[in-house]
């Protein structure tokens, strides 16, 4: 079993950044894909970023060029840096340990962006 915890979440003005983390227990998360999702009230949760166990990213369109995903394995964290923050990216931030194919093993509790504009 793996507990995944975020933290970094807060009120941030637009063109501000964050950086969110996902510290993981119970199991290594070295051989998963990890994911940052995002939820906006009233929106579908959706994928905003992941990485491969060998480093590979993939974005959406809508951060792309402003979000980076990165993670070190061997303090079993993933990381979620966010720049030039805009008030859409106003959500609640989860992130997931899987497989590339799009399957969700285990997910944290979400941590919570806002735009404080």
């Known amino acids: 079993q793996v507990q995944l915890v975020e933290s970094g979440g807060g009120l941030v003005q637009a063109g501000g950044s964050l950086r969110l983390s996902c510290a993981a227990s119970g199991r290594t998360l070295s051989n998963y894909y990890m994911g940052w999702f995002r939820q906006a009230p009233g929106k579908e949760r959706e994928l905003v970023a992941g990485?491969?166990?060998?480093?590979?990213?993939n974005y959406p369109d809508s951060v792309k060029g402003r979000f980076t995903i990165s993670r070190d394995n061997a303090k079993n964290t993933a990381y979620l840096q966010m720049n030039s923050l805009k008030p859409e990216d106003t959500a609640v931030y989860y992130c997931a340990a899987g497989t590339v194919t799009n399957t969700w093993f285990y997910w944290g509790q979400g941590t919570q962006v806002t735009d404080s504009s």
């Open positions: 990485i491969s166990s060998g480093g590979s990213t």
